[in-house]
């Protein structure tokens, strides 16, 4: 079982940063591949970033590339997403979830994750 808790959403101004931090539970933390989703209301859940178990292996969505960068530190159990340049299209609740297994080198659909955590809100003004 991991339980997973993101922090550090919040409001800011176009262009500005922000950098979200998501905490695991549990010693098999570094077993997972990570992602961060999000979610803009009336839209579907979709996949911003993802990182492998070892952290050698990426994958963002086009519309973040460049802006956006996860990381992960499995020494603290914590997946990281740093994200530049907001936009205000970048409004969502940003979830973190957790896809069992090293040998996944990328988890694109909701249906391949384990555990979620429960969202932290990002808003981006204009």
């Known amino acids: 079982q991991v339980q997973l808790v993101e922090s550090g959403g919040g409001l800011v101004k176009a262009g500005e940063s922000l950098r979200l931090s998501c905490a695991a539970s549990?010693?098999?933390?570094?077993?997972?591949?990570m992602g961060w989703f999000r979610q803009a209301p009336g839209k579907e859940r979709e996949l911003v970033a993802g990182?492998?178990?070892?952290?050698?292996?990426?994958y963002y969505t086009d519309s973040v590339k460049g802006r956006f960068t996860i990381s992960r530190d499995n020494a603290k159990n914590t997946v990281y997403l740093q994200m530049n340049s907001l936009k205000p299209e970048d409004t969502a609740v940003y979830y973190c979830a957790a896809a069992g297994g090293r040998t996944i080198i990328v988890a694109l659909t909701t249906d391949k994750y384990d555990y979620w955590g429960r969202g932290t809100q990002v808003t981006v003004s204009s």
């Open positions: 549990g010693r098999t933390f570094s077993s997972y591949y």
């Open positions: 990182i492998n178990w070892s952290g050698g292996r990426t």
